[in-house]
């Protein structure tokens, strides 16, 4: 038999070895050598071409399936040599990979004046999740549904569709915005709205879960708004699938141990530690795997307990955690403002072991920033346990690891790490997976929400992703932290702008949460928008420092006038962006973001010259300093001795080229919330330094940063209620 | 047309008032009257003899379907007039109802020796959820799918099922137990193996969700063991569907509320106070909801806020909390020792207002307690909005309500309210609802679980449900509690004994968790077993107060010897019980409860004679007293001044008439762990009395009661890992 040397894809060989199935007619099967086609593969030919060949036609159109034995491969030599079946074999599974879903979108009749987003979002009818998840080529078993509504996709996808080339890769950032937020969440929503229900492109959107605190505080909700809203927006702003509350679960798991490991080890000796540590059962002591592992990065290369010396019994039993220098904080889903320092260990069972500590937010426990960073369950066990919680007595790091943790850990994260599938008002889908704090982590959705999605929507749909804050801050991590993790390459930027927003960067007066905007804010102003649009220009060059074209999408409100939106669309594209557009999808859908969703298709067929900002090698200050004088405009910075001593430390502790996160305001390109516009001539403070090791990353400190929102006087709890008869939850916005 | 008067039942009439779809050929059709059915429903015949009469037979066999319009009516007469559809009527729908399940039951093959729990819950196959709920009468609209082996189970069907009569319903409970436990969850399990799977009786078992915490702690999982488990354990045992998380989260939202509130009293005047409170939105003051119910309890009949007088102003916008008397804690769901006793408000932020507090694990949570008793949607809200936190600086206590924060509560929990459906390792269904503290609180799970598995179930059924700790304990609160809150009437009593608990109360050596059994447990001892037995006839008398029939289950292990087995069964006739089994589950499964479950079959045949111990009209002292007396055989009781004047408070708070949930160790009939068998002629000492107000109960310490767990110095956690190839869970047990 005559064999073509012209197929030599290993890939394409070794699963032909491991294969249950072989689809032939697809990639030129005359060139496939049989030998790669293991006796007892099924043999499915899907070739249209075939069914008028030697083998295919009568009652089984469209397939010519057959068990593969010993005998039967000299047939199969004949049938891979008829001609007339390989022309279309390439092309049938590019149209079956790369297909256009065929979509059931939502109809949308909007309201004028625009319901409340809860009204919107209980007046519209979402499909059953495994119906979304059928229309988007998610097989049975790759899904887990969780009610009516939402499903977790199983990461095996990732690997069925690993040869499926990936979608375009759509950023979503803002400018510097005013504390009331510019519409990111809702542009996201609206442009998938637009891409998928309107111009017919596979499209998804990749979202955060909110923290579930601040919906009962003054934030309300975070699925959207007005016509482009994910639904139902109370499970998307109520305990989802449990993600949150499993990080909860670990963050403090890890957190107890360490306090109780500090305990045990004041109170006992070396023998009676090792003793417990290592127990008699039934007779025999023996190492635990995760105690294995901490042996062998004690160099202590021994596997019976009973063999150590008493040095090493001593060194494997002793974290010798110093108390002062814990950083593992724990957390919990709430506003609690009440937790942001308090003392611990006050109970006479605790042997006066007491010391100061605090609770921050759940969304801020650095396992969020894993689950938002990792790509595989392996991966994500290796991140959780290289977590540094503390230093032990000699200024080495002590680590998940080190207390046993990890395996729980990644235990209690098993479900967490599956995307959530959701969809918007229009029926289209929706990963919400992950949301990191975007100043004290890198506020990004997660990394494998992310290539689910490339792989479904095909080589010609789109993903839209959202970064947290502004441009300067959340797309700033998602290139050179997210980015750099995934390994995936963006192919446009939007960047969202209100007239409103800009209005403020022009001197516009202060715009606080819960009070009235003043008529600057709701009258035409020609002057303020054109002076605030330097804001928005340097958020472009910004955007333009990493190579990606930018779009921006000026979120139309209904008091901005023709004059002023023309005014931003003709600044901003003066200032490079291949685009500038207004949107109208909060008060019609995704109809009102169809300019948008062109343009960015547009930008997205150029060829992306991406390009990090840094080196990672670069010292620490170096990529600091590059940060805050590239991007924010800093003439230089400044360390405070604090911030010296652990940029040293963690240098020392070989952690020194990890990415940077700076942890500054989002209300200001410099670390001066009130300065807006593009402040000038500014020298960053870096007061402190901590890091995310296991996230991957090393936070410095730009002035104080809250961890751990508060409630105000009244609540959004007074009005959030449930009507026991309809079961319909009122009150949330 | 000639109309029967014998059909009387108010609640047909409205039924086919509003029905879409009426079922003929049921109640006695020819006694309907005419007018009771709409034109526009549509009538569906499900008598077999219909068939036979004018209007049926042909191609739509078993049913005759048709919308009806006026001019039908008269051939509806006609219809209804055919006498031989009649007799077999009401027939058909009790078989519809009572039908046996035709349940796929799964297959064991038990191994020797009996392999961990993880891995025989592994090695079983669950049946998909969806398809166990439509064998069990469950209908697609009324289960919300979690994954594939979890599902919520909508309140709705006890609407649909609430002419169906109740089935047998049997507790599970335990003499005094050892550290070790006894077995209760095991031989719940067991038993509705051998109903349903060997007897092929319908049964459910009802068990509590277990805390999480405890599962990295030292306990393990809490599925069952053995043979007799619920699968898949692990899902069993970490987050569920995360309604414990959604207890914490409500729990602590409330917390925060309290501590906040008390804040911004401290620091603002009662004009700021109010004018925050009902806030300007577009020029306009309203108050909520919940502030209109404030109103009318503090006796202000206006609805305008600006009509209030300034000190109806204060009076609204002050709660007064006295901050010493908040008995409302924050939860978490983790072993973490060092938030026994903390200082919370040492953050600059809060102004100085520090005061000492805790942590208790969250199935601590009074609305854990609130869960676990509620029978609606609107129950649940109502008792939420009852919880006392604290008592205002007048002695008034402060509610939930007072705090506005009973909807946010309520939307919090709003899923957690919906019992979970599992299964058993031989398919049976299991819900697993609620997990309220054995001591604190009453122990036992959810009333909502057992109502609807009794309809499930039907009328020859049972429902096999378990209460924590001994009988001295979990029964008499299951008895005294949790069938007064549900109406409810047991048939039976499961008594389950082991010979190991017995020698220990027959003056064994201590048994102790972790530390091997002496000879004593794992050699026989005939005399030590029968010392011991005082405490099984105690706890079978304990049963017999309220009148309820009680089986002795023998838990065996494999250590007891047949003289030891037939001994105790002789000794517990001996003492009145019903009947006497040993029972083999843990090592082959149901089959090796089949004795149990006969026995159990023929004890709730027998009428039961329930009755409550006490009047809850009598005063709290009387209440104790009779409880000490009566059922610990104590002397009398010693109130510390504290309890006396706790006693006097909620007497003159209007709580005096609720029933009594006494907090007392499980490991003693007395107030003393090391006093075994039965100990005599003590004084039970209260020390201290405190309310769960929405769950309904107040509860008198004995002794201190840790209400926090921790961590031991080599926690389970060590063994527990996830293998990320496979993605199956290691070292549960």
Redesign the interface.
């Known amino acids: 038999m005559t064999m073509s040397s012209q197929w030599k894809t290993p890939q394409l060989q070794s699963k032909l070895h491991e294969a249950d199935i072989v689809v032939l007619g697809s990639p030129r099967p005359e060139e496939i050598p049989l030998t790669w086609i293991q006796p007892g593969t099924t043999v499915l030919n899907c070739s249209h071409d075939f069914l008028s060949g030697k083998f295919g036609g009568g009652s089984q159109r469209g397939h010519f399936g057959g068990l593969i034995e010993e005998d039967d491969v000299s047939l199969l030599a004949a049938a891979l040599r008829v001609q007339n079946m390989v022309s279309s074999g390439r092309r049938w599974l590019r149209e079956q990979q790369h297909r256009r879903w065929r979509l059931h979108c939502l109809k949308l009749q909007p309201l004028s004046p625009v319901p409340s987003d809860i009204e919107i979002s209980r007046a519209q009818t979402p499909k059953a999740v495994d119906v979304l998840a059928k229309e988007i080529g998610l097989l049975a078993d790759e899904i ?5 509504s939402k499903a ?1 996709v199983r990461l095996s996808v990732l690997e069925r569709l690993k040869d499926q080339a990936d979608g375009k890769y759509v950023l979503v950032a803002g400018i510097t915005p005013t504390p009331l937020g510019e519409g990111k969440s809702t542009v996201t929503i609206g442009l998938v709205q637009a891409l998928t229900a309107h111009l017919n492109v596979n499209s998804f959107a990749c979202l955060r879960q909110p923290s ?1 605190g601040p919906t ?1 505080g003054v934030k309300g909700g975070a699925a959207g708004g007005g016509y482009a809203q994910v639904i139902p927006m ?1 499970e998307f702003n ?2 989802l ?2 993600d949150i ?2 990080i ?2 670990a963050n ?2 890890l ?3 360490i ?2 490991r500090i ?2 080890e004041n109170t ?1 000796t070396d023998k009676a ?1 090792y003793n ?4 008699l059962v039934n007779g025999v002591r023996e190492f ?4 294995l592992a901490r042996l062998k990065k004690l160099g202590i290369n021994k596997t019976d307990p009973s063999t150590l010396t008493e040095e090493e019994v001593s060194k494997f039993a002793r974290l010798s955690i110093d108390p002062s220098t814990i950083t593992w904080q ?1 957390v ?16 006479n ?2 042997k006066g ?1 007491s010391r ?1 500590a ?1 609770f921050d937010i759940a969304v801020a426990s650095e396992i969020m920033a894993v689950l938002a960073l990792t790509d ?3 991966d994500m ?1 290796a991140r959780l346990g290289r977590m540094v919680v503390a230093s032990d007595t000699s200024g080495q790091p002590v680590t998940a690891d080190d207390l ?5 850990l ?3 994260m ?2 967490a790490i599956k995307p959530n599938l959701m969809q918007t008002l229009e029926g289209t889908p929706v990963f919400v997976h992950a949301g990191p704090f975007a100043n004290i982590a890198h506020g990004n959705s997660s990394v494998l929400a992310d290539k689910i999605a490339l792989k479904l929507v095909g080589e010609e749909g789109f993903v839209v992703t959202e970064a947290g804050f502004g441009a300067d801050i959340g797309m700033e991590k998602f290139f050179n932290i997210k980015c750099r993790a995934s390994g995936l390459v963006p192919d446009a930027v939007v960047l969202v702008a209100t007239v409103r927003a800009l209005k403020m960067h022009g001197g516009g007066p202060s715009v606080t949460a ?1 009070v009235p905007l003043k008529k600057e804010y709701t009258e035409e102003n020609i002057q303020l928008v054109a002076d605030g649009c330097c804001n928005l220009q340097k958020q472009i060059q910004i955007a333009q420092l990493f190579g990606v074209p930018v779009v921006v999408a000026l979120n139309v409100f209904k008091t901005d006038t023709r004059a002023e939106i023309d005014l931003v669309c003709e600044l901003a594209k003066r200032a490079g962006a291949f685009d500038a557009v207004p949107c109208y999808h909060w008060s019609i859908g995704g109809k009102g973001s169809v300019d948008l969703a062109r343009a960015v298709r547009e930008a997205a067929s150029k060829r992306s010259r991406f390009q990090f900002l840094y080196d990672v090698q670069l010292p620490i200050v170096e990529k600091i300093r590059t940060i805050a004088q590239a991007v924010y405009g800093a003439k230089d910075i400044e360390l405070s001795p604090e911030a010296q001593a652990k940029i040293d430390r963690y240098t020392q502790q070989g952690f020194g080229n990890l990415p940077i996160c700076m942890a500054k305001t989002h209300l200001s390109l410099s670390h001066q919330p009130d300065k807006k516009g593009v402040p000038r001539d500014f020298i960053l403070p870096i007061s402190d330094v901590r890091a995310s090791i296991g996230a991957g990353f090393i936070y410095p400190l730009v002035g104080t940063m809250s961890t751990m929102p ?13 009507d ?2 309809t ?1 319909q ?4 916005f």
């Open positions: 887990e549904i969780y009610g009516k977790k579930q009962f109370e109520l305990h699938t449990g509350h499993a909860t679960a403090n798991l957190a107890a141990a306090d109780t305990l045990h006992q530690l417990r540590l290592v127990p635990s795997e995760i105690q724990r919990l889903d709430t506003n609690d403002r009440f937790l942001r320092k308090i003392t611990i260990g006050q109970g069972t605790e072991y100061q605090q595989s369950l392996a066990k046993g943790v990890t395996g729980a990644t235990v209690l098993k479900d819960g508060g409630l105000p006087t009244r609540p959004c709890f007074y009005d959030i209620d449930l026991t008869e079961e939850v009122k009150g949330l």
